[in-house]
């Protein structure tokens, strides 16, 4: 874990990250790179713009442009770079999310909906900035499944749009050189072409991405809730575990006393037999001795008769 605060919020992001589903996740990342590309753009607008006034002094400052704007030059250039990137970056989360938005059979294709507005705001944008001619989507596809790298449509179809006329050179460095050579004719085309702007506002932009953020949040909440929830089952579910150890325990103990008193009864039954037995012996010799005392007394009353 990270001792700054910068790290320590990192980790805890990354924490709340981890709670959350997979598109979720690709989608707050997705929306993360189309803030980097949009604030990279509004770099390279701005330093167009600085770019566009000091060439505006005239032909007799042109020693003091070159020294003072050698350095806004090389800044914008970096500019241009850092747009690059994160354009290629963003093509690679949006790819990302729509794959993470696949695995979720249809749950999420609304919000998938609206997130790839905005991101194709942030690329149409980009394209406006460095005129690069907009892709197919068929070409995006294919590069798609061909596992090119993203970013790479742009740089060919830059390319490709200055086979059509030269005012249509793209790369930054190509677009850098074209503004030295032709620095008249580029000066009063700036003079009537206002700066790119993207179609989707900052404010609307801002309110998507608060939207999102408010969203983890909610997941964040309800997936902690629901953990509460299985913390409280599980600890229902130890003591219901306990008891029925305790009623296993009783029960194992009235078994015992069972078997027990089973023996006892066998023992007692063995014994009531035997002396059923014994009994039964006795008898018949009571019974013999009855017949015989029964017939003395016949015979003696036969005797008492006769005389």
């Known amino acids: 874990m990270s001792t700054t605060p910068g790290g320590a919020a990192d980790d805890e992001i990354q924490i ?15 929306v993360e790179g189309i803030a980097a590309l949009r604030e990279s753009l509004r770099d390279v607008v701005r330093l167009e713009g600085e770019e566009s006034g000091t060439n505006d002094h005239g032909a007799n400052k042109a020693v003091q442009s070159s020294s003072s704007g050698g ?3 090389a800044e914008l250039a970096k500019a241009r770079q850092a747009a690059r990137r994160a354009h290629q970056q963003l093509d ?27 991101v194709e ?60 050579v032709n620095s008249n004719i580029h000066n009063s085309r700036n003079t009537n072409v206002t700066a790119p702007q993207p179609t989707v506002s900052d404010e ?48 194992v103990a009235v078994e015992e006393k069972v078997e027990t008193t089973h023996a006892k009864l066998s023992g007692l039954n063995k014994r009531l037999r035997k002396f059923l037995a014994e009994k039964n012996k006795c008898d018949c010799f009571m019974y013999a001795f009855c017949c015989a005392l029964l017939l003395g007394v016949v015979a003696a009353i036969a005797v008492l008769l006769k005389k």
């Open 16 to 30: 709340r990250l981890s709670k959350l589903s997979v598109y979720k996740r690709a989608e707050y990342h997705c």
């Open 71 to 73: 350095g806004g030059r």
């Open 121 to 180: 705001s942030a690329r149409r944008w980009y394209r406006e900035c460095f005129r690069v001619v907009p892709p197919t989507e068929g070409e995006y596809e294919r590069q798609g499944d061909a596992g090119g790298a993203p970013g790479l449509d742009d740089d060919l179809h830059a390319r490709q749009s200055t086979q059509h006329g030269a005012t249509n050179m793209t790369t930054p460095l190509l677009a850098a050189n074209f503004n030295d």
């Open 204 to 251: 609307e932009f801002l309110l998507f991405l608060d939207q999102v953020r408010r969203n983890d949040e909610l997941a964040d909440v309800a997936l902690d809730r629901i953990s509460h929830g299985l913390s409280r089952l599980h600890e229902n579910a130890l003591n219901v575990t306990s008891e029925l150890r305790t009623q296993e325990g009783l029960l």
């Open 92 to 118: 690679k989360l949006a790819k990302e999310a729509q794959r993470a938005a696949r695995r979720e059979d249809g749950a999420c294709d609304a919000d998938l909906k609206e997130l790839m507005r905005h």
